[in-house]
T-cell receptor
Framework: KAGVTQTPRYLIKTRGQQVTLSCSPISGHRSVSWYQQTPGQGLQFLFEYFSETQRNKGNFPGRFSGRQFSNSRSEMNVSTLELGDSALYLC????????????????FGQGTRLTVV | AQTVTQSQPEMSVQEAETVTLSCTYDTSENNYYLFWYKQPPSRQMILVIRQEAYKQQNATENRFSVNFQKAAKSFSLKISDSQLGDTAMYFCASPSAGTYKYIFGTGTRLKVLA
């Protein structure tokens, strides 16, 4: 069974550009979450999607957006890149629909390392 | 609000020795799960072990076990017979059903010394 696939693995962009990151979840998983990981801030939640609906968004500016397609694949977009956006972006998929107390194990991709210069 | 706290930024242990990583949490949910994830230098987050709050028995997975103290809201990870491949960042985490996200601790960087 294929794991969570994130593309690309590495990206170098210039300030002011925009970038799109892709995440293909494990087959059958409908919940996809995105996290930003930096040495100073740790893992910060960006957003979560389920059946093409964004159910929660973290405390990030509007330059960060995302979407989920009918096949559960998800993309996130960052516009007008800033140096501070340099980070590892992790995608996680899970099977459960976040029922309270559910065994909502997250399966992570290898991440996309974004460097903004 | 749900919180997860890891108070040990870095730890080291000699190969074959035992090490314990600490985690405390707070939650308003009645039933919940707690996870330990490992992130080696390859960056892939891997689930190490999970614990359901309603189960009194501490979870065990080979060399990894937890000490779950529900009243104290403590969830520590014990690694026995440490191996060089255990060198990684370890994150304590809990899913927050109300907000559809995982709450992560800040991580503990573990280095296993030969």
């Amino acid at each position: 069974k294929a794991g969570v696939t994130q593309t690309p693995r590495y990206l170098i962009k210039t300030r002011g550009q925009q970038v799109t990151l892709s995440c293909s979840p494990i087959s059958g998983h409908r919940s996809v979450s995105w996290y930003q990981q930096t040495p100073g801030q740790g893992l910060q939640f960006l957003f979560e999607y389920f059946s093409e609906t964004q159910r929660n968004k973290g405390n990030f500016p509007g330059r960060f957006s995302g979407r989920q397609f009918s096949n559960s694949r998800s993309e996130m977009n960052v516009s007008t890149l800033e140096l501070g956006d340099s980070a590892l972006y992790l995608c996680a998929s899970s099977l459960a629909a976040w029922v309270t107390g559910s065994n909502t194990e997250a399966f992570f991709g290898q991440g996309t390392r974004l460097t903004v210069v | 609000a749900q919180t997860v706290t890891q108070s040990q930024p870095e730890m080291s242990v000699q190969e074959a020795e035992t090490v314990t990583l600490s985690c405390t949490y707070d939650t308003s949910e009645n039933n919940y799960y707690l996870f330990w994830y490992k992130q080696p230098p390859s960056r892939q987050m891997i689930l190490v072990i999970r614990q359901e709050a309603y189960k009194q028995q501490n979870a065990t997975e080979n060399r990894f076990s937890v000490n779950f103290q529900k009243a104290a809201k403590s969830f520590s990870l014990k690694i026995s017979d440490s191996q060089l491949g255990d060198t990684a960042m370890y994150f304590c985490a809990s899913p927050s059903a109300g907000t559809y996200k995982y709450i992560f601790g800040t991580g503990t960087r573990l280095k296993v010394l030969a």
